[in-house]
């Protein structure tokens, strides 16, 4: 990604402190830099929560409750791969239940070190039902889903091919 970790204490600090010291200041706009640090490190880690509520004069428990009952928001990194599996109605009568559980099985007889790098989700339904069955993977939407064809995506993401239509 080019960004720096947030996690680190030196750069990452920094990173957050520059980057919260350019958001605006106003009452509606604890969302939008939620938003906007989300967007930039790929999550909210806690440093930018704690930032946050000194730059807004906002209650930390005000900031943890909005980042937890908004669904957007993560507070810990995410995986190096992320899969996220429709279940809607059009993708579930497709086989997409069958091919979420079939890929939990395929990460699961992974070893630890490449089963950490992948992220295995479900969302309910994401308007796409002319490609169901389908999954997100990463930002890349791939349709028609099979499970030979996720074995493929989780085997391409594996050897870093980047080839995983």
Not at 6 to 23: H, K, M, R, V, Y
Not at 65 to 78: C, I, M, N
Not at 81 to 100: A, F, R, V
Not at 104 to 116: D, G, S, V, W, Y
Request: with cysteine; charged share 20%; glycine share 8%.
């Amino acid at each position: 990604m080019g960004e720096p970790e947030p996690t680190q204490q030196s750069s990452g600090s920094d990173a957050i402190c520059e980057f919260i010291g350019n958001l605006k200041v106003e009452n509606d706009n604890l969302i939008l830099a939620l938003h906007a640090i989300e967007n930039r490190f790929g999550y909210v880690p806690r440093q930018s929560a704690l930032l946050l509520s000194k730059r807004f004069s906002v209650p930390l428990a005000r900031i943890y409750e909005v980042l937890t009952f908004y669904h957007y928001f993560r507070t810990t990194p995410s995986a190096e791969h992320t899969l996220t599996i429709c279940l809607g109605t059009s993708c579930w009568l497709h086989g997409s239940e069958k091919i979420l559980r079939n890929s939990q099985n395929l990460l699961a007889e992974l070893p630890p070190e490449e089963r950490q790098r992948f992220g295995l989700s479900e969302v309910r339904c994401v308007g796409c039902c002319s490609l169901a069955p389908l999954v997100f993977a990463g930002k890349k939407v791939i349709g028609r889903l099979t499970p030979d064809k996720m074995k493929q995506i989780i085997e391409g993401l594996l050897s870093n091919r980047g080839d995983i239509s």
